[in-house]
């Protein structure tokens, strides 16, 4: 039998509040003030890698999202630096504490400023943090290899540095690796060959904006100026959508084309126009913006298995009140190939100009996002 | 130095009639017009009391001898008796007393039972003769009392199976030299309507027994009228040095348990409070599945249902409940905790009776009866309807945003009973719990699932017998399955973990009395558990104990999955005597308990799909040595101490190559145990205990980067609890009965080696609890309840990070629980009304009204999003909860 140390969720309280009645239960769990989604002092919003996927000994341009109460911010004093250091079991964080350090034995420096490039480097980050193990010390048995998150994914942590006059912040940032498949049989491995792209970083297609009885209008992205004007207080829906991706994975390897099992390629091209032999061909990205499809072997079933990709929307405005911090579809949502989310946002009652930043997220790593400028004015 | 006395000689130097005017109360009067009578039979002594040679003559060495003039009632008991010729005041006063438990074939006048006035010589005499024979009977004591006042009642007879006691103006009464076994004892006496009970008497033991009889003394409608109710205290000579028992009837009256007899464990020192909705049961500062718990004889794996509301046994089984925080005796093992056993009520053959009750909570019912003298049963069934009251009373479907329990449990027993001192006991016990909520967010992330089903089974035997020369044989094999199945989902983050066991025990005890000092208990503890397992999801969900984290912090993004299966077997010969020195002043009781186990574990490394694993099998022998003293310095003040040392083999889920370590070894444990007890008056006890409790060897999550494959768990750990328990308690007497409990302590564990220690994550350094119950009389009974404990350890968050893949920010802890939740105090009442229908059928409505102060107990810390807020989640608010029970 297993006992739990604590409660997942703190329900017994208020459930045992709500035998007198639903009106009692707010007194349980106290509110917080504090949105995310509103921007009220400098604040990383993000760090897009690109290629969102790599292979070891490869270069990443990584590209951070500073912004502030009146804007975009400069961010020349950030120091990046890659971890070289697994996080032991027992840590909950994202990153091994060593690295949380401006220097340190664990740590690569990359470089300094709002945009920078990095190597992975050969050899090791596949063992350190992916399926293959460590090469064992001398007389020492096998180290573990490391977990894959859920979706199947081994990651590479750096971090940034951020000097601020209170202190150093630290945002962990990870790029997730091609490592290939391990555990599996042959069968599975040359299947999973010639259907697995590298991620792809999303994209929003388009952000709309609707009215309170009115046809929604397009927000055009990167504006010196803002093009469209709220009421103060006005009441507005947005709704965001990326790529409708194929069901199935985009390409298979030029070598595999003129296989037998060529038919799997049906749906190549789909999403970005393309034929499967020319994004081989030139070595470019072939993933889709939107919700991917990729094969996942099944921990538990041992199949290979195709899956979607969750995508998750961060909402940020330097006024106004968005409803919800986030949102996204799930897995299954994707499925089912919903493509658009939607959040409410009331417009601050002081008029002037707001800053609105969409960031899309995949749950393989990928990172995108648009700015936006709103005009409130009476 | 033995010291003895013998008899020289027993002389009737004179008989003469006794009047009927000079007759004891107790006693039958003579035939009405004896005016001239003859003895036509003289009194025959049958049973004799030994008088012990007063410890104050010893050092004069002096023979004495002590005429009595005894008066005996036609029933053959003593009913009075004066000192004729003096030897001095001990020598009287120890023959005074002897001869109160004489019993004697009654003398007859003119052919008629009667009562008469003899003379008596008892002879002194120390001496360092050859030690005599063990003693081959058992005295059996007491005292019977009004159970309102506490004032001992003079009169009332006392049967002993055939034989017969009058108490005596103190409403002590005496039977010596009692054949061992099981005995009918019986109370009546004028206006009172025969109750009666059953007591084990061993050989070479003293009883003392104290019976709290309810008595009327007003004339009250039938609804209202209380029947004659036996409450038998205390007959328990051998107790562990730190053990607190509760009686069901009082444990049912405790307010802020809604009458559930168990869950009076949660208010008993050592005991920590749990956290609302978690149930754990932390004992002196051991982890909770640290802590063992039996039914009778027969293992189960939790005590309470999920959320704690409610415990897994109906009340109407349970005789009492009895906590040993530590140190207890051989008997008992596998457990590095304390140690819960719930005494299960005796089946009567008096006739049918049954119970049904229902509160906000939940329902039950249970029923018992027999079938001829022999045959036996009772059973009982619960069931929760929380769920289907908060749809109703809701405004909206708080099942979605809370994990409302549902569970029921049910437990059968048949008894055949083929003669007195011998039964046949088989029985189940059964418990499912199942929690199931869905928590949806717009962020994909923030969606959240907990699904889990526990569920407990139960088949066992019990077969005990009391023989002739005063042992005792109990033998209970039983058989059962365990099932635990989670699954949880954090956004994308699975948490399953399925848990099937198959569990085999047999625990057979013999105890007697091989030498007249010594009570030896020996016998095997055997259980053999056999569990597959399957895990998948974050290596980190479930937490462990020490696992740095805040509430609500979604487990982190690295999964993994595994499925093995494990044997943990285990079978204990043990040992324990009980010898009684300084005239039972002193017991001293070593024992051991040798624990070879076998474990085995199918997976030793983690293994690709498709490639057969290797597993592992190792096997220990564990000796677990194990003594306890205990002192009656005066007739108030007992001394006590024990140590032992302590064993437990690895959770099954701990040995997977993945999560865990398959090369667990087992955790120990070392308890020292030192206190006293100062019996301020009869129902007021003071008990203050001492200890320290050191752990080795426990399994903690590898704390380097690249752990070993097969390594996820190392054995680094340590542990220590120490500390000292304060209990005041007044017995149930009268009207009255509660208790004071406070323990001070201190419980740490290392995460590692070289770590240091840092507070245990349910560590309380205080708990205090103050209850009591009152009988207002006319049916209404009151009761409250006052709780405070330290706040649990929490760690710090000295920083955070944001992760840029997650959208969130994480946490970085400072030092390791270093600050504290704070501190809960609460208080309970209960109010009670009793109304009675007939003879045997009652219904009892209460009231239990939890926190009353409506107090806002911080439960758990929370956060904002970037952890630069912190607030309080809030327990219980003033909750009342009303309920009914009626019993036929």
Excluded at chain 2, 4 to 18: E, H, M, P
Excluded at chain 2, 556 to 581: E, K, M, S, Y
């Amino acid at each position: 039998m297993v006992t739990r140390n604590r409660p997942l969720f703190w329900g017994v309280p208020c459930a045992a509040l709500a035998v007198l009645g639903s009106s009692l239960t707010a007194g349980c769990k106290p509110d917080l003030v504090g949105r995310a989604s509103l921007i009220q002092e400098d604040t990383l919003l993000a760090v897009s890698a690109s290629p969102a996927e790599s292979e070891e000994n490869a270069d990443v341009t990584y590209t951070s999202l500073y912004v502030g109460p009146k804007g975009p911010v400069d961010a020349a004093s950030f120091d990046w630096a890659f971890c070289d250091e697994r996080k032991p079991l027992a840590v909950t964080g994202s990153i091994a504490p060593l690295c949380l350090v401006p220097r340190g034995k664990v740590l690569t420096p990359i470089g300094v400023g709002g945009t920078v490039t990095g190597h992975i480097a050969a050899d090791t980050p596949c063992k350190t943090f992916g399926p293959f193990a460590i090469d064992p010390v001398a007389g020492q048995p096998t180290p573990r290899p490391a977990d894959p998150d859920t979706t199947g994914g081994f990651y590479q942590p750096l971090r940034v540095r951020i000097p601020l006059a209170t202190g150093d912040s630290y945002t962990v940032v990870t790029t997730r690796l091609d490592c290939g498949l391990t555990n599996a049989t042959q069968e599975q491995s040359i299947a999973y060959a010639k259907s697995y792209l590298p991620n792809e970083n999303p994209k929003l297609d388009a952000l709309t904006l609707t009215r309170s009885g009115a046809h929604g209008e397009m927000v055009p992205p990167d504006e010196t100026t803002p093009s469209l004007t709220l009421k103060p207080g006005e009441h507005v829906d947005f709704d965001a959508s990326w790529a409708d991706c194929a069901a199935k994975t985009a390409c298979t390897p030029c070598d595999a084309q003129s296989g037998a099992d060529g038919g799997t390629n049906a749906d190549a091209g789909a999403h970005d126009g393309g034929a499967c032999s020319s994004t081989c061909a030139a070595g470019a990205p072939a993933g889709c913006t939107g919700s991917e499809s990729y094969p996942y072997l099944d921990p538990v079933s041992h199949e290979l298995v195709p899956r979607r990709e969750a995508i998750r929307v961060s909402w940020y405005a330097t006024d106004g009140d968005f409803d919800h911090d986030r949102t996204g579809r799930t897995e299954q949502e994707a499925e089912a190939k919903l493509h658009t989310t939607d959040n409410d946002w009331t417009a601050p009652n002081i008029a002037g100009v707001v800053h609105v930043w969409v960031v899309i997220r995949d749950d393989r790593g990928g990172v995108a996002w648009s700015s936006y400028l709103l005009n409130v004015a009476p | 130095m033995n010291l003895r006395f013998r008899i020289a000689a027993f002389v009737a130097a004179s008989l003469t009639t006794w009047s009927a005017a000079s007759a004891a109360p107790t006693g039958t009067a003579p035939p009405a017009g004896v005016t001239a009578s003859k003895v036509t039979k003289p009194p025959k002594l049958v049973h004799f009391v030994q008088a012990p040679y007063p410890e104050s003559e010893l050092a004069s060495g002096q023979k004495a001898s002590v005429v009595l003039e005894v008066e005996i009632g036609a029933d053959g008991n003593v009913a009075g008796a004066t000192v004729a010729q003096s030897a001095g005041p001990a020598f009287d006063a120890a023959a005074l007393a002897a001869v109160q438990g004489f019993v004697f074939e009654p003398a007859e006048i003119n052919g008629v039972a009667s009562p008469v006035r003899v003379q008596y010589r008892y002879d002194f005499s120390p001496t360092t003769a050859t030690p005599k024979a063990p003693k081959t009977t058992a005295d059996f004591t007491g005292v019977v009392r009004n159970r309102k006042t506490g004032a001992p009642l003079a009169g009332v007879i006392v049967g002993l199976d055939e034989r017969t006691a009058a108490t005596d103006a103190n409403g002590r009464f005496s039977f010596a030299d009692a054949t061992p076994g099981t005995h009918q004892v019986t109370l009546s006496g004028s206006g009172f309507t025969p109750v009666g009970t059953e007591e084990t008497l061993v050989a070479g033991h003293k009883y003392d027994a104290t019976y709290d009889v309810e008595e009327q003394t007003e004339q009250l409608p039938p609804e209202e009228r209380v029947d004659f109710e036996l409450v038998v205290v205390d007959t328990q000579l051998e107790k562990s040095v730190a053990s607190t028992t509760v009686s069901a009837e009082q444990g049912a009256r405790v307010a802020g348990t809604g009458g559930d007899v168990i869950k009076v464990v949660e208010n008993l020192p050592g005991v920590a409070r749990s956290s609302v909705g978690s149930g754990a049961l932390v004992v002196w500062g051991a982890a909770a599945t640290d802590t063992r718990i039996y039914v009778e004889d027969v293992h189960i794996p939790v005590l309470y249902h999920e959320g704690g509301y409610r415990s897994v046994i109906h009340s109407d089984l349970v005789k009492n409940v009895e906590l040993q925080p530590g140190g207890y005796g051989a008997p008992y093992g596998r457990g590095l905790g304390g140690l819960v056993t719930v005494g299960m009520k005796p089946l009567e053959a008096d006739g049918y009776h049954g119970s049904a009750s229902i509160d906000a909570i939940d329902a039950a019912a249970s029923v018992r009866g027999s079938i001829g003298d022999k045959v036996r049963f009772q059973a009982a069934v619960r069931r929760s309807h929380l769920d289907w009251v908060l749809q109703r009373v809701s405004n909206e479907d708080v099942g979605e945003f809370v994990p409302i329990p549902k569970y029921w449990d049910s437990q059968v027993r048949l008894a055949w009973v083929p003669r007195d001192g011998e039964s046949v006991e088989v029985g189940t016990l059964l418990s499912s719990d199942q929690i199931s909520q869905t928590l949806v967010g717009a962020d994909p992330n923030d969606t959240k699932v907990e699904n889990k089903t526990t569920n407990f089974q139960r088949v066992y035997a019990r077969y005990e017998r009391h023989l002739d020369d005063g042992s005792t044989i109990t033998a209970t094999p039983f058989f059962g399955f365990d099932h635990t199945a989670i699954s949880n989902q954090f956004g994308t983050i699975p948490a399953t973990l399925s848990e099937d066991a198959t569990l085999f025990g047999l625990r057979a005890v013999w105890t007697g009395n091989p030498v007249h000092f010594l009570l030896l208990s020996t016998g095997i503890d055997a259980e053999v558990q056999r569990t597959s397992l399957s895990r998948y999801g974050s290596v980190n969900e479930p937490p462990r104990e020490g696992d740095e984290r805040v509430f609500g912090q979604a487990p982190i993004n690295a999964v993994n999955q595994d499925t093995w299966q494990t044997t943990v077997a285990g079978l204990a010969p043990f040992v324990q005597g009980d010898i009684g020195l300084a005239d039972g002043k002193v017991h001293v009781v070593p024992g051991a308990r040798l624990e070879p186990s076998v474990v085995t574990t199918s997976r030793r490394l983690p293994t690709p799909p498709n490639i057969p694993s290797t597993g592992v099998a190792r096997e220990d022998t564990q000796v677990e040595p194990r003594l306890a003293v205990r002192w009656d310095a005066t007739s108030r003040v007992t001394l006590h101490g024990a140590l032992g040392i302590y064993h437990q083999e690895p959770l099954p889920e701990d040995l997977s190559a993945q999560f865990g370590n398959p090369l667990l070894q087992p955790s120990k444990a070392v308890h020292y145990v030192l206190g006293a007890a100062f019996h301020l008056s009869k129902p007021i006890t003071i008990e203050m205990t001492g200890f320290y409790a050191k752990q080795t060897g426990l399994a903690t999550r590898n704390q380097s980067p690249a752990p070993e494959a097969g390594l996820s768990l190392v054995q680094d750990g340590l542990g220590r609890a120490y500390g000292t328990q304060f209990l005041l308690r007044h017995e149930l007497v009268g009207k009255f009965f509660g208790w004071i409990s406070y323990s001070i302590l201190r419980s740490e564990r290392t995460d590692g080696a070289g770590t240091d220690y840092r507070p245990f994550d349910f560590d309380q350094t205080h708990v205090f609890t103050a209850l009591a119950s009152y009988d207002l009389g006319k049916g209404f009974e009151v009761g409250a309840r006052f709780r405070y404990s330290t706040g649990y350890p929490r760690t710090p968050v000295a920083s955070v990070t944001y992760d840029n893949a997650t959208d969130t920010y994480q946490p970085v802890f400072g030092a390791h629980n270093s600050i504290r939740i704070p501190a809960f105090y609460q208080g309970d009442v209960r109010l009670s009304k009793q109304f009675k229908f007939g003879e045997n059928t009652s219904l009892e409505v209460y009231l239990d009204v939890q926190n009353v102060t409506n107090h806002k107990n911080p439960e758990e810390i929370i956060y904002n999003n970037n952890y630069t807020q912190k607030a309080y989640i809030t327990g219980l608010p003033l909750l009342p909860v009303a309920g009914a029970k009626l019993v036929w």
